[in-house]
């Protein structure tokens, strides 16, 4: 609307949209932000076993590591599709020969003997 007052040569108000939409591009940056936090911590808080970027468990026979992925959510563009966690599954079947489970999406679990 900014551009559309400015183009037919309303310059004030034009300058007075432009404000309010900086405004509230900025109110929906917070916003987006709370919410990616609430979501990382519910996630965190729902995960058997507690995770953060990457997680190691030892048991008797092995090391279980925990790789996070993520899921996609924050990829531009409703067509395309999340690089990194095919990426990832690539690397670990091709480059080092490694199964690979996900027990939850965008959680990898990789078992070393």
Aim: glycine share 8%; charged share 25%.
């Amino acid at each position: 609307m900014a551009r559309h007052a400015y183009l037919v040569g309303y310059k004030a108000l034009a300058k007075e949209l432009s404000v309010k939409g900086q405004l509230h591009n900025m109110q929906m940056k917070a916003a987006h932000g709370k919410a990616q936090e609430s979501i990382y911590r519910q996630r965190l808080e729902s995960s058997e076993p507690k995770y953060a970027e990457q997680w190691k468990r030892r048991t008797r026979k092995h090391v279980q590591v925990y790789i996070c992925v993520g899921t996609g959510h924050h990829t531009r563009g409703t067509r395309t599709p999340a690089r990194l966690p095919v990426a990832v599954q690539r690397y670990l079947l091709e480059e080092e020969g490694l199964d690979y489970s996900e027990p939850q999406p965008g959680l990898l679990r990789v078992r070393l003997y």
